[in-house]
């Protein structure tokens, strides 16, 4: 046998598309939106109750639908059951976990931003705006009982490659009523700039 000749020109090319693409491969960091950058985003808002998580296949992913009772609408109008449609979760099996993508525990309130789904094939599929910017877990004060709200984002540290450090980013801690009242007034803003 013959060894294979190698075409010169051939690894050639080949070499000047990696390095041409080596920019391109380095990690993407996004901005973090503010509280009305993603109130705008976001076709609705509502504060709502888990009642249900079921991963289903579709177009060859796990994707995990979960149910929600609509306690308020900040924004829009959802109807009283709503079901959003996060990538990952585990059917049978196989466990697909996909970093960002927020999941429920039945009877957790949360507060959404949520927005259709882009993809064509999920028309009429509700998704949360931004993951785990869009999601605010409530909880109650021990002291007070007073319902408190911390965004995802404020959960988890991100990195800031201007920094080279991990930082916490988003709200912490806030009165409900707190982000409501700033939810409500930059939809009212934002309906008032032509």
């Given at each position: ?11 050639s090319f080949?070499?000047?598309f990696a ?12 901005a ?13 808002v ?16 796990i ?5 929600f ?14 079901q959003v449609w ?11 976990y ?7 525990r ?6 959404l931003?949520l ?6 094939s ?8 931004a ?13 007070t009982y ?10 988890t ?6 920094s080279?450090?991990?930082r ?5 801690n ?18 008032r700039?032509?």
């Open positions: 046998m013959k060894p294979a000749l190698i075409d010169l020109t051939s690894i080949v070499i000047a390095l041409l693409l080596s920019p391109l491969a380095q990690s993407t960091t996004l973090p939106l503010s509280l009305a950058q993603l109130t705008s985003s976001a076709a609705n509502v504060h709502a109750e888990c009642t249900g998580n079921q991963a289903v296949w579709r177009d060859g992913e994707w995990t639908v979960t149910s009772r609509v306690l308020e609408n900040w924004k829009g109008n959802s109807p009283e059951e709503i996060m990538i990952g979760g585990r059917a049978g099996a196989v466990t697909s996909v970093p960002g993508a927020p999941r429920f039945i009877g957790e309130e949360t507060v931003f927005e259709p789904a882009s993809s064509r999920f028309g009429g599929v509700l998704s949360i705006t993951w785990s910017e869009g999601t605010f877990r409530i909880h109650r004060d021990p002291r007073e319902m408190r709200v911390t965004q995802d984002t404020a959960i540290p991100n990195f800031d490659p201007s080279r450090t991990f916490e980013t988003g709200i912490r806030w009165p409900l009523a707190k982000l409501k009242a700033r939810v409500i007034a930059a939809e009212s803003s934002r309906r700039t032509p």
